[in-house]
């Protein structure tokens, strides 16, 4: 069974800077799959953040961050982290880690087969 942890959540002032990681362990996954941040804030449904490919090559990002974050994947391939500028309180929620299996690009995460338990970020003065 694949494994992801989330680290990186904390208290940080608007107009700060955090970087998420998730660190994938167990089985190494066969063929393409895609890495992908979600973020669920109190009263709102899971959305899609941003997602970065199996090799690093293929990105994407939700609007409202597309500017502010950016989504990487380490040379061993088994880490992916989010680095985040400019937060507001617009921005706080806990933050999950998922992976799809597969070629899609899906920013449903209906269709995400592994999850981590989730890191909040809070952003307030």
């Known amino acids: 069974q694949v494994r992801l942890v989330e680290s990186g959540g904390e208290l940080v002032q608007p107009g700060g800077s955090l970087t998420l990681s998730c660190t994938a362990s167990?089985?190494?996954?066969?063929?393409?799959?895609?890495t992908t941040w979600f973020r669920e804030a109190p009263g709102k449904e899971r959305e899609f953040v941003a997602t970065?490919?199996?090799?690093?090559?293929?990105?994407s990002y939700d609007d409202s961050v597309r500017e502010r974050f950016t989504i990487t994947r380490d040379i061993t391939g088994n880490m992916v982290s989010l680095r985040m500028n400019d937060l507001s309180p617009e921005d706080s929620a806990v933050y999950y880690c998922?992976?799809?299996?597969?070629?899609?690009?899906?920013?449903?995460?209906?269709?995400?087969?592994?999850w981590g338990q989730g890191t909040q970020v809070t952003v307030s003065s």
């Open positions: 167990g089985p190494t996954l066969l063929g393409s799959f895609f």
């Open positions: 998922a992976i799809r299996l597969g070629t899609a690009l899906d920013v449903d995460a209906a269709g995400y087969h592994y």
């Open positions: 970065i490919d199996r090799n690093g090559a293929t990105t």
